[in-house]
């Protein structure tokens, strides 16, 4: 198994409150992404990671800042928790640069968030 | 922009019974790589199979294959033998380059499956 470790792996919080989620990697892979799952979307890109103080928004970045000091860990922050906020959040990790080649993405066990 | 498409939010199967699950995509890229994963009500995301666009065989992954369609842009799943451990949610994903020469997968809604002894 990848050695991806997500904390913590339940949260409840409350509105407008701030929410740190992290993601440490023991594989040394270059690019770490978050995730956030929710009933009819499947998973959704939030933000992503390829390299140290390399990240860029996905598709629902709205609300969310992260940051990567250091290649094994990539945290991500809600500023002011909101209640569309509530759901599953994973990271995952990939070695590969080589788009024509079988680069899975190795996922964590997933965080489950809500906000009250 | 690239899509994946699940049209069955669920699905039931008979133990020992073959299951097709769907999938369609939506893409201009020549070059493009379709996954399955799976998630077990455990909650974590299981990697199952892998096709290359440009991989001249479906791929095979013990009981599971893919039965690609590139003219119709169809991945489907297809899980022979079902077992009770087959029970979970299925999601089909394609990889979309970003900048970097890093990737993304973007995912379907998934499929449901449950199977039945």
């Known amino acids: 198994d990848a050695g991806i470790t997500q904390s913590p792996r339940h949260k409840v919080t409350e509105t407008g409150t701030p929410v740190t989620l992290r993601c440490h990697q023991t594989?040394?892979?270059?690019?770490m992404y978050w995730y956030r799952q929710d009933p009819g979307h499947g998973l959704r890109l939030i933000h992503y990671s390829y390299g140290v103080k390399d990240t860029d928004k996905g598709e629902v970045s709205d609300g969310y800042s992260v940051s990567r000091s250091k290649t094994e860990d990539f945290l991500l922050t809600l500023e002011s928790a909101t209640s569309s906020q509530t759901s599953v959040y994973f990271c995952?990790?990939?070695?590969?640069?080589?788009?024509?080649?079988?680069?899975?993405?190795?996922f964590g066990s997933g965080t489950q968030l809500s906000v009250l | 922009a690239q899509k994946i498409t699940q049209t069955q939010p669920g699905m039931f199967v008979q133990e020992k019974e073959a299951v097709t699950l769907d999938c369609t995509y939506d893409t201009s890229d020549q070059s493009y790589g379709l996954f399955w994963y799976k998630q077990p009500s455990s909650g974590e995301m299981i990697f199952l199979i892998y096709q290359g666009s440009y991989d001249e065989q479906n791929a095979t992954e013990g009981r599971y294959s893919l039965n690609f369609q590139k003219a119709r842009k169809s991945a489907n799943l297809v899980i022979s033998a079902s077992q009770l451990g087959d029970s979970a949610m299925y999601f089909c994903?394609?990889?979309?380059?970003?900048?970097?020469?890093?990737?993304?997968?973007?995912f379907g809604s998934g499929t449901r499956l449950l199977v039945r002894p």
């Open positions: 995952a990790i990939s070695a590969g640069s080589d788009v024509s080649a079988n680069e899975k993405l190795f």
């Open positions: 994903a394609m990889r979309e380059p970003l900048m970097d020469s890093s990737y993304k997968l973007i």
């Open positions: 594989e040394n892979h270059r690019y």
